[in-house]
């Protein structure tokens, strides 16, 4: 069947190929089988699939693009089948500026979710930041922020030359745990106290000992070569500072105001006595 004009028909059953040289105008298109597009498809409306989709050879998005999901299942996957020891599966943020600057935001990750009164809220950020971008000098700062008393906060900033937390100076304690020691440093945000071993604090530095006795010393100085100590306690109202492994050994000051040199010197009360 050749035609030379326009074929109108209720309905046309083809069994055979069909070769369409010119533009095909299609209301509505019902495809059972699979479709073989040998060059590029021009979609200007909304494509829906009602299964999962396979892309063997990539694709290219050139607009904001949103994945949703109705459960907790992983929303996006990146997965890398390759064997070797290279990184992968990688994922890149790439900023291609035409016109790169100091201090331009590479990239910002955001964990965003809703308050109780339906508000979008950011709630944490992490992201770097181009601090330099002259070759062969270049500078990075990377940032965490997370939300504290409804307001977005830096927490730590690692820059080229510093590590800093808690940059925007909020009231918040810094807290190191050890195996044994819940305060092995720490760091009370409301008066700037430094805290070693020590849960309340006082002004200042504050070190307290990890047992009760002259040779567990809040500070101890050891021989870079042997066990042998110097170390500065405070034991039972008494402080003392020792040189040697033993209790005693060194220089002690109790509160009654005695200073005792251990084989040596003994001063109590003004009085001088020399040990034989």
């Known amino acids: 069947l050749e035609l030379a004009g326009n074929l109108v028909a209720a309905s046309l059953d083809i069994s055979g190929d069909i070769d369409v040289d010119g533009t095909t105008n299609l209301d509505i298109v019902d495809i059972d089988g699979a479709v073989n597009m040998a060059t590029t498809a021009l979609v ?21 693009s949103t ?3 109705a459960d907790n299942l992983d929303t996006l996957s990146l997965i890398s089948t390759d064997a070797d020891a290279a990184q992968g599966p990688n994922l890149r943020m790439y900023r291609n500026s035409g016109s790169p600057a100091d201090n331009d935001v590479l990239g910002i990750i955001e964990f965003e979710g809703r308050n109780d009164n339906s508000q979008d809220v950011v709630y944490a950020q992490v992201g770097a930041q181009a601090i330099d971008v002259s070759d062969g000098s270049e500078d990075t700062n990377y940032f965490i922020n997370t939300i504290v008393a409804g307001t977005l906060r830096n927490r730590i900033n690692a820059r080229p030359t510093e590590v800093v937390i808690n940059d925007d100076s909020i009231d918040v304690d810094f807290r ?21 071993g020590a849960t309340a604090i006082g002004t200042g530095l504050n070190i307290k000992s990890k047992g009760n006795g002259y040779t567990d010393g809040a ?19 008494i402080f003392a500072i020792s040189i040697g492994d033993g209790a005693g050994d060194g220089i002690t000051m109790s509160n009654a105001g005695a200073v005792t040199v251990a084989n040596g010197l003994t001063l109590t009360d003004g009085n001088v006595v020399v040990a034989a």
């Open 44 to 64: 200007t409306g909304v494509l829906t699939t009602t299964a999962a989709t396979v892309f063997n050879g990539g694709f290219a998005s050139n607009a904001a």
């Open 219 to 237: 500070l101890s100085l050891t021989d870079v070569d042997s066990d042998t100590r110097s170390y500065l306690t405070h034991v039972n109202g």
């Open 176 to 196: 190191v745990e050890s195996d044994n020691l819940t305060h092995a440093l720490f760091v009370n945000g409301a008066d700037g106290a430094v805290g070693i």
């Open 67 to 69: 994945i949703t999901t």
